[in-house]
C-alpha cells in the first residue's frame, strides 16, 4: 500500500491495516501515551495510544528517517563492540 493510500484510510481501515500489513518496529514512551512504530512498504507509521483508556489518539506517518531518532537512541549496541 502506497502512503498516499495509506492517509486517505478511515481510523478503523487504519487500526486492521497496521495490524495485518504492518510491521511492529519499535516502541516508546510519551507523555501520557504508548508509541508504537510501524514499518509498511516504503514508510513508517506511529501510532499514539492513550495509557489510561488503550484508544488511538493520533497516528502519523513518515518517510523522512531522521523522524526515527527517539528509537534508533533506545538500541543498545555495546555487545556489538565486545
Do not use: W
Given at each position: ?17 497496521l ?23 516504503d ?25 526515527l531518532?527517539p ?10 563492540f565486545?
Open positions: 500500500m502506497k502512503l498516499s493510500e495509506f492517509i486517505l484510510l478511515d481510523e478503523p481501515t487504519v487500526k486492521s491495516t495490524l495485518h500489513r504492518g510491521v511492529l518496529i519499535g516502541k516508546r514512551k510519551s507523555l501520557d501515551c504508548l508509541v508504537f512504530l510501524f514499518q509498511m512498504d514508510y513508517y507509521v506511529e501510532t499514539f495510544c492513550n495509557v489510561s483508556d488503550k484508544s488511538l489518539c493520533e497516528y502519523r506517518a513518515f518517510k523522512e528517517l531522521n523522524a531518532g528509537y534508533l537512541e533506545s538500541i543498545e549496541i555495546g555487545s556489538l565486545s
